[in-house]
């Protein structure tokens, strides 16, 4: 049974500097890419940042472009994602996704999400 298990969310103040981990468990984690996206009130789901599996590249959404690092330890099986600079517009439900390629398609898996809440 695959689980996602994301943490380090809560009240954050503005310009704080949170750490989310997720914590995988039940897959060859090394094998996925691995993903954050966020959902606001009222907004669609959307991509934050991406590791790749093997060389690690990553890809950061505009919004969080130069105030977030992702990161993976593939020997504890868990991703991060560091926030900078945190504003109240980044208030959202933050998912950890991992996604790999099979012959058949595509084998993706969600977290439960964590709450990020920035307010003085």
């Known amino acids: 049974q695959v689980q996602l298990v994301e943490s380090g969310g809560g009240l954050v103040q503005p310009w704080g500097s949170p750490r989310l981990s997720c914590a995988a468990s039940?897959?060859?984690?090394?094998?996925?890419?691995m993903s954050w996206y966020r959902q606001a009130p009222g907004k669609k789901r959307e991509l934050v940042a991406t590791?790749?599996?093997?060389?690690?590249?990553?890809n950061y959404a505009d919004s969080m472009k130069g105030r977030s690092t992702i990161s993976r330890d593939n020997a504890k099986n868990t991703v991060y994602l560091k926030m900078n600079s945190l504003k109240p517009e980044d208030t959202a439900i933050y998912y950890c996704?991992?996604?790999?390629?099979?012959?058949?398609?595509?084998?993706?898996?969600w977290g439960q999400g964590t709450q990020v809440t920035v307010s003085s």
């Open positions: 590791i790749t599996n093997t060389c690690g590249t990553t």
């Open positions: 996704n991992a996604r790999l390629k099979v012959f058949t398609g595509l084998r993706t898996y």
């Open positions: 039940g897959l060859i984690f090394s094998s996925y890419a």
